[in-house]
């Protein structure tokens, strides 16, 4: 049979011309035939008994499949191939445990708004519910943390539930879609006809907002002496970053974003004021704590940015656009809720910008921008190189040597926070984190999904020595498939971000914390057959990065960096973003 074809369940219908007018479908075809329409490249996964059936049938197309170690690992590369790509990403494992092992990533996917779909086999529809082997009640588990899932009992249903989770995956605002599909309903058979489109009664997104509030915001922007834009995630999902750029040229303000909306502005730009919140930057905190108006765009409000709700942005006048509806007024009041698409509500924003006559902004904002250059040199981010490595330098260094041209995925701690910090994003989808849930062992995955996506590119995880042994055991896919990925180890023998935490909150009692029994990552690349390079000093950073970095193969560098360097600036946690421990 050649390559790409689907074996159908039984011979074709003719009639009397000998011309074929349907084809009946096992529904491991129809999985395949649902993948191939919806244009799925690349998929990433684990066999076992309870989807051997689907795994049959994939061979014969044309999609790939990448075999992980662990299935923690193939929903986070799926979920970094949406985020390096812009579509859905797709995993496939068995039931039971397999399907238990995608929770965590299927929840980091669901904070962070990221569209995969994740099928889960399952046992036989018949022994569901009888504590059948490998059985779990896979959709009972994730809907707290998907956007939708479904359990297929008939195979009638099949093709048109896997139209329904693409569909439900990638529109409004995203989220994981988890199908849970039995063996039976995977070897069952029926006429398979192809959805033209889909549409759900009970699901309609708004994209369009309503005009009437638009004209509001474009008065409030004439007002201003003190505004600012401020981008998350949701900027980037909704290709929205060069409207949004667009407006805060227009309109003379300064911009941050939330470390999910790294990227959705040029950070070389003069206007750039670094990311905010919890770790963010002396400026970008105190400009959002006394601008007198802020447009956000695509965000949440979450802790980490707000700091003590109570007295955020209390001199501001607020203006909220996001396609979800739920997140408008959730944890901040706001002047001007508009619910819409990022991208087609900026547009429209600009459009009225461009015909009103505004004035000289620029002029009007000068003591504004003239007060954020003050806070820039009062308190810039900053580090002191002794004679051990600084991991901010390493960051640096990296960023240098690239050009700011590398994917970075990070895990999740320290290392996340100076990557956010001192490696700079002049475009969207190059800035793959786990923000949400802050997942430990999502960078190694994420990089394997991102050079997935874009084998020429270079992908670089920046890592915790800590959080890089949750999912090491990805090194065997990377070298399995010739991922040439690069993993950047911040190596303090220390859980970093507790440590700190320790060191700052609890009088330095670092308890359990110490991490000094690791292994020797240069030994364990090499025994994963990847490339093994160690700085130890200052001087060794730039020559092992740079051999690093040329390799065409994956490489592990393991940095061995000052114990106990702390991120700064940090804000407690439930204290106002004003409220800055700096360094």
Not at 152 to 173: H, M, P, T
Not at 330 to 354: A, M
Not at 423 to 443: A, C, E, N
Request: aromatic share 8%.
């Amino acid at each position: 049979m050649p390559r790409g074809c689907c074996r159908p369940a039984k011979a074709r219908y003719l009639n009397k011309r000998k011309e074929v007018i349907a084809i009946k479908l096992t529904g491991a075809n129809i999985i395949i035939k649902v993948l191939e329409e919806e244009g799925v490249k690349t998929i990433f996964g684990y066999p076992g008994g309870a989807v051997l059936d689907v795994y049959d049938e994939l061979l014969k197309t044309d999609i790939q499949h990448i075999l992980v170690r662990h299935e923690q690992g193939a929903v986070h590369a799926a979920d970094a191939y949406a985020r390096a790509t812009g579509g859905v990403g797709v995993c496939l494992v068995t039931s039971g445990p397999g399907a238990t092992n995608t929770v965590t990533g299927i929840a980091s996917a669901y904070m962070d708004s990221i569209p995969i779909v994740v099928l889960t086999g399952q046992v036989n529809v018949d022994l569901i519910g009888n504590d059948a082997f490998q059985e779990v009640d896979i959709v009972g588990i994730t809907r707290p943390c998907t956007k939708h899932n479904y359990l297929v009992k008939n195979v009638d249903d099949l093709g048109r539930i896997l139209k329904e989770a693409f569909y439900i995956a990638r529109s409004g605002r995203p989220g994981p879609v988890l199908v849970d599909l039995p063996k039976d309903v995977q070897q069952g058979s029926t006429i398979y006809t192809p959805m033209k489109e889909v549409s759900l009664k009970s699901y309609s997104p708004t994209y369009t907002p309503n005009v009437k509030q638009l004209p509001k915001v474009v008065k409030l922007i004439k007002e201003a002496k003190r505004p600012l834009v401020f981008a998350g995630g949701g900027v980037i999902i909704s290709e929205a970053s060069k409207a949004f750029t667009r407006l805060a040229k227009k309109i003379h303000a300064p911009v941050t974003t939330t470390l999910m909306g790294l990227g959705a502005y040029p950070g070389t730009d003069p206007q750039w004021l670094g990311m905010l919140g919890m770790h963010g930057t002396y400026r970008a905190n105190m400009a959002i704590s006394k601008a007198d108006l802020i447009i956000a765009i695509g965000v949440r409000f979450d802790d980490r940015v707000t700091g003590k709700t109570s007295v955020f942005a209390k001199n501001a006048k607020i203006v909220h656009i996001d396609i979800d509806p739920t997140s408008i007024r959730k944890n901040i009041p706001v002047t001007i809720p508009i619910v819409g698409d990022c991208k087609i509500t900026l547009e429209k924003l600009n459009g009225l910008l461009k015909k009103e006559a505004l004035g000289n902004l620029k002029q009007k904002r000068r003591a504004w921008l003239g007060k954020i250059e003050e806070w820039r040199a009062t308190n810039p981010l900053g580090y002191v190189q002794k004679d051990t490595i600084k991991p901010q330098y390493v960051v640096e260094q990296l960023y240098a040597l690239t050009k700011g041209e590398a994917i970075i995925t990070t895990e999740v701690g320290q290392n996340q926070m100076w990557a956010a910090q001192y490696y700079h994003f002049d475009r969207p989808h190059r800035f793959i984190t786990s923000g949400g849930l802050g997942v430990m062992g999502f960078g190694l995955p994420a990089a394997i999904g991102a050079q997935a996506a874009y084998p020429d590119k270079l992908v670089v995880d920046i890592a915790g020595d800590g959080s890089i042994q949750m999912n090491i055991q990805e090194m065997a896919t990377a070298m399995q498939y010739g991922l040439p990925v690069k993993v950047v180890i911040l190596n303090n023998r220390y859980l970093g971000m507790v440590r700190q935490l320790q060191e700052f909150f609890f009088d330095s009692c670092y308890a359990c914390a110490d991490m000094d029994c690791a292994p020797d990552f240069v030994k364990l690349a090499e025994a994963y057959g990847a490339v093994g390079l160690r700085a130890e000093k200052p001087e060794e950073v730039v020559p092992v990065l740079k051999e690093g970095l040329s390799t065409p193969r994956p490489v592990i560098m393991d940095f061995i960096v000052e114990r106990e360097e702390s991120v700064y600036p940090m804000v407690p946690a439930g204290a106002p973003i004003t409220d800055m421990l700096l360094l």
